[in-house]
Structures are given as structure tokens and as C-alpha cells.
């Protein structure tokens, strides 16, 4: 198993553009996480998601974020219009059965530069 | 408020010896708890599982335990070795469909 996968690994992009951040699952694993890290706030869970279906979004910092499952092995992330402020890397997580059984699965983050 | 706490911040030993890294909750009701490693500028990689049925995982060199009725976990490192530097991170399911984390701890391995 490849393991979570993020693409893309680094991505630099002006203030106001549009950001793209895509995770692929691994095969079996039904819920999906996204979180962010920075130094000042550590991780921080944007939303989660079971069965490709939203549960909490609670955690997603504005308006301008949203995310997408469309299908059970896939994700994006998307900012727009993207802000220096949100200058973070970007993890997804995923695990079986929410969490239960099994532990935890990071991709390797996408580091976001806004400038 | 279900809370996960790792102290110190970060811990400095010399190569070769055992050290023991802490974590509390605040919630005896948990599924399990992950143990990761974060080397810098890079994703987490999880280094041990434990559930709320077990009372201790081993891997090599790491030894995980779990005490839900104090709330406590620890990870015990044998041997410690400069590549073991990382920041360590303990993160709790309450079943609560979230993962919890603590804020980590730094650890250096001074050759």
C-alpha cells in the first residue's frame, strides 16, 4: 500500500489566487482528516469526513476554505482566494471505521506558501 | 474538555540512554492512543498503537504503555541514538470521531 498520498508536495502561489490541495486514501479506509500545522498553533483539525460525507467542519477557518470527497478514495482542499495568513502545511489523515480499530494514516503534507 | 498535555517541550539526552517521554488526558474514556514521530519538514509517522484493551505496545527500541485510569501514557525509548531526534507527538481517540493531539515533545539526541 502506497500509503496516504498528497499532491502537491510544495505549492507557492500569489495572494487572491485559487489553492488545490488533493489527497488520495488508502484503499479500505473510510474517514478521511484534514489539518493544518503552523508553528504558532500546532495541528489543527479543518474538517473530517466519513463515508465521503462531511461530519465537522467546525475547524475550517473561514468562508474561503472548502473540501470535497467526491468519491471514497479522494479529496481536495481548496482556498480561494488564498491569503498570506494561510501559509501552513496541510495534512491529510485517514483510518478505518473512524478511528476505532485502527490508528491514523498521514500523507506526507502539502507546505503552502502565500505570498 | 477532553485535553492531551506531553511535558517537557523538549528533552535533550546524551546517545546511549533510556529516556521516558509523557503524555496525560483528561478522559479515561478513550478507544485508543497513537504515538508519532515529526522529523522536521516533514509528516507524521506513526510509531505505535495502543488500545484501550492493552496495556503496553512494543517496536524495536520504543515501548508504548497505557495507564486509563490515571490518564496517563508513556514512551519509553531504549538505547537512544542521534537519529531518534524527532519531536514526538501522543494523540488520543475519545471516540469522539476526532484524534487529539498533544503539543509535542522535542527531543534531542546529543551525539
Known amino acids: 500500500d502506497a500509503g496516504v498520498i498528497q499532491s502537491p508536495r510544495h505549492e507557492v502561489t500569489e495572494m487572491g489566487q485559487e489553492v488545490t490541495l488533493r489527497c488520495k486514501l488508502i484503499?479500505?479506509?473510510?474517514?478521511l482528516f484534514w489539518y493544518r500545522q503552523t508553528m504558532m498553533r500546532g495541528l489543527e483539525l479543518l474538517i473530517y469526513?466519513?463515508?465521503?460525507?462531511?461530519?465537522?467542519d467546525s475547524g475550517m477557518p473561514e468562508d474561503r476554505f472548502s473540501a470535497k470527497m467526491p468519491n471514497a478514495s479522494f479529496s481536495t482542499l481548496k482556498i480561494q482566494p488564498s491569503e498570506p495568513r494561510d501559509s501552513a502545511v496541510y495534512f491529510c489523515a485517514s483510518t478505518e471505521r473512524q478511528g476505532r480499530n485502527g490508528g491514523y494514516t498521514f500523507g506526507s503534507g502539502t507546505r503552502l506558501t502565500v505570498v | 474538555k477532553q485535553e492531551v498535555t506531553q511535558i517537557p517541550a523538549a528533552l535533550s539526552v546524551p546517545e546511549g540512554e533510556n529516556l521516558v517521554l509523557n503524555c496525560s488526558f483528561t478522559?479515561?474514556?478513550?478507544?485508543?492512543l497513537q504515538w508519532f514521530r515529526q522529523d522536521p519538514g516533514k509528516g507524521l509517522t506513526s510509531l505505535l498503537l495502543?488500545?484501550?484493551?492493552?496495556r503496553e505496545q512494543t517496536s524495536g527500541r520504543l515501548n508504548a504503555s497505557l495507564d486509563k485510569s490515571s490518564g496517563r501514557s508513556t514512551l519509553y525509548i531504549a538505547a537512544s541514538q542521534p537519529g531518534d531526534s524527532a519531536t514526538y507527538l501522543c494523540?488520543?481517540?475519545?471516540?469522539?470521531?476526532?484524534?487529539?493531539f498533544g503539543t509535542g515533545t522535542r527531543l534531542t539526541i546529543i551525539p
Open positions: 484503499s479500505g479506509h473510510n474517514s
Open positions: 495502543i488500545q484501550s484493551s492493552q
Open positions: 478522559d479515561s474514556a478513550i478507544y485508543n
Open positions: 469526513f466519513n463515508n465521503n460525507v462531511p461530519i465537522d
Open positions: 494523540a488520543v481517540f475519545f471516540g469522539n470521531e476526532k484524534l487529539t
